[in-house]
């Protein structure tokens, strides 16, 4: 009965700032692993971040390290993505994911999360 709500998209110029939000719920937030994804129509869905059940494992694609970095808090059950230095070829929906864990390690693949929420919709101008 696990829920995923992302929040935080919109329409953004390139190179400004955004922070996505994902409010989970429904079972024990720091048992999960959690990540981003992102898709648009022409790209398949491509793993933009993990995180490992502390937070002291993360991972992030790429086309986005050193601009994007994944965060949780634990306390708040959320997971926050910040993306910085946005570039229009960031534009795409993400989806916040969550699998469940038993160890404190990053989940790789989208198979493995279990969990999906509805998407938020990034649109990056140039």
């Known amino acids: 009965q696990v829920l995923l709500v992302e929040s935080g998209g919109g329409l953004v110029p390139a190179g400004a700032s955004r922070r996505l939000s994902c409010v989970f719920s429904g079972r024990t937030f720091s048992t999960y692993g959690m990540g981003w994804f992102r898709q648009t129509p022409v790209k398949e869905r491509e793993f933009v971040a993990g995180i490992s059940l502390t937070g002291d494992n993360t991972y992030h694609a790429d086309s986005v390290k050193g601009r994007f970095t994944i965060s949780r808090d634990n306390a708040k059950n959320t997971v926050y993505l910040q993306m910085n230095s946005l570039k229009p070829e960031d534009t795409a929906v993400y989806y916040c994911?969550?699998?469940?864990?038993?160890?404190?390690?990053?989940?790789?693949?989208?198979?493995?999360?279990?969990?999906w929420g509805q998407g938020t919709q990034v649109t990056v101008s140039s």
């Open positions: 994911a969550a699998g469940a864990s038993t160890g404190d390690f990053v989940l790789y693949g989208s198979a493995i999360y279990k969990h």
